[in-house]
């Protein structure tokens, strides 16, 4: 089942047992990297980030006792979620304009009121099952972190991530690269992370290595088994973003190249690229991955608040740099580099 849109409309008729799915605001966007770039202030290339407050350039430790707030509608989850951001090139005079973002207005349930931000999903087997009385889930650990893409991959799609080119509400085909036309919904970018871990560490030097991916196509779906080398079966997860390109649609000319670029420019959207840090509080996160027919924002004992008490959490701004408005270069990316 290749695409969202079909498996969400089987859902609709299924008795769906999937796992979480829940929005989170956007919390920050500034060039921050604490899994890549821990300490540097500012990191190579700005990121949408959402989730909790403990963020900063340098995170150790168990991030779920240290947060005090989250954007996010799971408030036991002090987690940080992000990606790059996304920019707009005008074609003739080369400036760039940052995308706003959308929430994203799932195909079942609506946004709650999330203030632009990622959709989180942490599946257990599918978008429709859990499957936990063949296997069960086990929870990231304090201090897990892990990424998924590469900023400098240039060619050769990657399983997992994925645009799609939004006509309205109507998401189309998931596509590897930019679409190639104006999306008058916006683009949607999907990023599934690999769910089978070495059971041993909590990062590795590139960052993934700890982590296997055993989906071999594209969509939530079912996971082969866990190889040895990577056996304990993790939740798998996801986040979905929409970026808003309504007011770009009249500056891109029919026929010509994709205009839009990931903060780090690129030369294609194979770069897409996404971090995530594991801060849910206590056995939060594991209580929910034990419970079945815990069906997106459902699964019992987990906590919740409105989307508009998470949309109150805050941090400051400590890479004190424009991002948004017209610039002449990106933030990080002199000329030279361009
Ligand atoms: C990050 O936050 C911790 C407290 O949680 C603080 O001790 C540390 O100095 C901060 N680091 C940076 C680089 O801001
Ligand atoms: C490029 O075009 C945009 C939109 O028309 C404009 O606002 C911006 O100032 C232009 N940039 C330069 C460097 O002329």
Redesign the pocket.
């Known amino acids: 089942m290749k695409s969202v849109s079909a498996a969400a409309a089987l859902a609709l008729i299924a008795p769906v047992q999937a796992g979480l799915r829940f929005p989170c605001s956007t919390l920050t966007i500034q060039r921050l990297d604490p899994v890549v770039q821990p300490g540097s202030m500012p990191a190579a290339h700005v990121h949408h980030i959402v989730g909790g407050n403990a963020f900063n350039a340098t995170m150790t430790g168990d991030i779920g006792e240290k947060g005090t707030c989250t954007t996010c509608q799971m408030s036991e989850d002090f987690s940080n979620y992000w990606t790059a951001h996304l920019y707009f090139k005008?074609p003739?005079?080369?400036?760039y304009?940052r995308v706003p973002v959308l929430p994203v207005q799932p195909l079942l349930g609506g946004s709650q009121g999330a203030s632009g931000g990622l959709t989180v999903y942490y599946t257990q087997f599918d978008l429709n099952k859990d499957n936990l009385k063949s296997q069960a889930i086990k929870a990231f650990q304090p201090g897990f972190r892990m990424t998924v893409g590469s900023p400098t991959r240039s060619s050769k799609p990657q399983t997992g991530l994925r645009y799609q080119c939004l006509q309205g509400q109507n998401r189309g085909a998931e596509m590897s690269d930019f679409p190639t036309k104006p999306c008058t919904g916006g683009i949607f970018t999907t990023h599934h992370f690999p769910a089978c871990w070495d059971g041993k560490n909590l990062d590795s030097p590139d960052h993934q290595s700890h982590m296997y991916n055993t989906i071999t196509s594209d969509g939530f779906v079912s996971a082969a088994k866990c190889p040895a080398s990577h056996p304990v079966r993790m939740p798998q997860v996801t986040y979905e973003t929409v970026w808003d390109t309504s007011k770009f649609n009249s500056?891109w000319p029919s026929g010509t190249p994709n205009p839009y670029v990931w903060s780090f420019e690129g030369t294609s959207g194979f770069g897409t690229h996404a971090d995530y840090m594991f801060g849910w509080k206590g056995d939060s996160l594991q209580r929910a991955m034990d419970k079945s027919e815990c069906f997106y924002d459902g699964c019992g004992s987990i906590k919740k608040q409105t989307m508009a008490v998470a949309n109150q959490c805050s941090i400051k701004e400590t890479v004190k740099e424009v991002t948004d408005g017209?610039l002449?270069e990106l933030p990080g990316m002199g000329k030279a580099m361009v």
């Open positions: 005008h003739t005079n080369g400036s304009h500056l017209w002449t």
